[in-house]
């Protein structure tokens, strides 16, 4: 178990909420990572100002991963730090730990948070705010946070119960599932989305054979898009494109 | 008004702040943003309206790395302003509302490269952030975290200025200027802008098993709605 004070894990905990305030291209949230840490090295490094000096400047080394998974990175190297303070382990191993972790854990960060669960929350948020604005504020908040809050903290414990516990954290918390299951959800809701806003569109023109004509260029459109999305082509592209389209049509 | 601004500002800094900076609980999303700002500016329901559209529109980009992608927060902060601004009481015309739909996309733009700037600020704290720790002086990483999270919030402040001022010039003396037959042309475009956001969130979640159950689905919906409308 950790030796540190549980109101030294609160101030750490609080603190990675600003892991990326001072982001930048050359360390990226090396700062954000030294702020974080920094209650905790003051604790296990008191009236040691030299290797504490030497400590923090060890981690405004680069750093960048995911914001909602470096909490498990965090923690665990809070453990790391412990043993370094005790002379059970070689400095180095800190850096070695971090940069090793990193990687894979923006990656699953990257895939689960931005690819699945965000998309799954915004649009179940868009559907609903058809119904009410409100209802569509709650639910994008609730989904996202639900998730996100849950982790960070989790991760967190699960990082300051060691290296093995981080691990096992990783392995039990099934981000692969998590994020095919979260891109199923995405997908349907995002058909759901599609449907309504081609049958709005089909019933401004009215009939049922150009209703049938209306979704057809709809479910074309979206296919195009996507096809245009996969070329790279952004969204801000098409839409100065639809912009250009309209000032045409002003023009005549 | 200037009140209104005023309370824009604000409300910005703490999106802004949300969108990297701090937190990330998703306060800076269009469809929180921009009915606020309607709000702020006089009317929420037209501000929800640009936002569930905005919401969805660059979802596709991910910000991943050192990418950055488009700032949907600032084109919220337009978007917001300019149809509470741009509404009547029937609402937001199908003219009006593509128009500020496809304009935000300039704020988009703008706010990326504001973002790229900041960061690159921030890149020189950083530096200095190592040299007075090399000095001896022990809260230069407190210090330097508090003056990347100010520029972060500062710049936030600057560029709600701006964008909601914008939106509010658009929509008191540039939309007005179209009569109502240039709207409804215009208005012919805006089926298409949400349908973006749909090819967005199908972009995100596309795998092999995915892709059949959104046409799907979007066929369902479709078809349900046919027939209720039908039945009544």
Known sequence: MSDIPLRVRRRVWFRQFLLQACWNYEGMQNVGFAYSILPALRDRYEGRPEEFSRALKRHLEFFNTHPSMATVILGATIRLEERVAEGKVDPRAVGTFKVGLMGSLGAIGDSYFWGALKPMASVAGAILAFVHPLLGIAMLLFLYNSSHLVLRYRGFAAGMGGEESAVRFLKEAGFTGKTEDRKMIAAILGGAYGGVVASHTAYLFGGAWMELGVFLIAALAVHLYTVFFRKAVSPSEVLVLLLLIGTLILWQ | ?232
């Open chain 2, 1 to 232: 008004m200037a009140w209104s601004f005023l309370l824009a500002a604000a409300w910005g800094g703490i999106c802004y702040l949300d969108r990297t900076a701090a937190f990330q609980v998703m306060l800076h999303r269009p469809l929180v943003v921009a009915p606020v700002m309607g709000a702020i500016f006089g009317n929420f329901a037209a501000g929800a309206q640009v936002g569930a559209v905005l919401e969805l529109l660059y979802i596709v980009r991910l910000p991943v790395g050192a990418s950055i992608p488009p700032d949907d927060t600032g084109a919220a902060m337009f978007g917001g302003a300019a149809a509470a601004a741009a509404s009547s009481s029937i609402g937001l015309d199908s003219g009006n509302f593509a128009a500020i739909l496809l304009l935000s996309v300039l704020c988009a733009e703008l706010g990326k490269y504001a973002d790229r700037l900041v960061r690159r600020v921030n890149g020189r704290i950083a530096h200095l952030t190592v040299e007075r720790l090399e000095k001896g002086d022990s809260l230069a990483v407190e210090n330097g975290l508090m003056a990347g999270l100010v520029l972060f919030g500062v710049f936030g402040v600057a560029l709600t200025l701006l964008f909601s001022g914008l939106g509010v010039f658009l929509a008191r003396f540039l939309l007005p200027r179209f009569g109502p037959e240039s709207h409804f042309q215009f208005g012919i475009l805006l089926p298409a802008i949400p349908l973006l956001g749909a090819a967005a969130v199908f972009s995100c979640s596309r795998t092999d098993r995915t892709s059949p159950v959104f046409y799907l689905t979007m066929g369902c919906v479709f078809s349900a709605i046919f027939f209720f409308r039908w039945l009544v």
